[in-house]
């Protein structure tokens, strides 16, 4: 069931909703080393779907230049996000993911890490799933997502996000 905010006398707002980016199939893979990389989905693959995003949102869209970006203060839901892991080289055993609301090329304001272990023969499919709200700063500057290995590289083909928010900060009972 969706959220739903009474605007005005016959008006609503869809105060939850997604939004899916798939990488483009023939694009660019990714190369994962020890050194932290920016998760890049350019969003044109057949699936990228937009439609059901908040109309907090307008004409804003929930990635953009391969940020997270929020909206509204106190927003929260969550990131899903698929990696295609099509080759090793150097026995790499986990990526680590970081999620960081710096806006700069590195990471510089992190807010969450993990790791994702690397324990099967590519090609294989590996993701994570976490929660996630809005304060200013993730706001002001958007929550990109980096990755690195342990050891080695790994090649990430396909690749998608889904960004859900299924809470508007601000909103009291209606």
């Not at 016959?10 to 939004?19: I, L």
């Not at 590195?106 to 976490?130: E, M, Q, R």
């Not at 200013?136 to 590289?153: H, W």
Request: with cysteine; proline share 5%; glycine share 10%.
């Amino acid at each position: 069931m969706k959220s739903i905010k009474k605007t005005s006398p016959g008006q609503v707002e869809q105060v939850s909703g997604w939004s899916f980016f798939e990488h483009n199939a023939g694009g660019f893979p990714l190369f994962v080393s020890t050194i932290p990389t920016l998760l890049f989905i350019d969003g044109l693959g057949s699936n990228t779907d937009t439609v059901e995003k908040p109309t907090h949102y307008g004409d804003n869209e929930m990635w953009v230049d391969n940020k997270i970006i929020g909206v509204n203060l106190r927003d929260a839901g969550e990131v899903r996000c698929n990696l295609e892991i099509d080759s090793k080289t150097g026995a790499p055993e986990f990526i680590e993911y970081v999620l960081d609301i710096g806006g700069q090329s590195t990471i510089t304001s992190p807010i969450w890490s993990d790791t994702i272990i690397l324990n099967k023969t590519p090609p294989y499919k590996k993701g994570f799933i976490l929660p996630i709200f809005t304060k200013q700063f993730f706001i002001d500057n958007g929550c990109q997502i980096f990755l690195f290995t342990d050891a080695g590289s790994v090649t990430i083909t396909n690749r998608d996000i889904f960004i859900k928010i299924d809470h508007k900060g601000g909103l009291k009972n209606i």
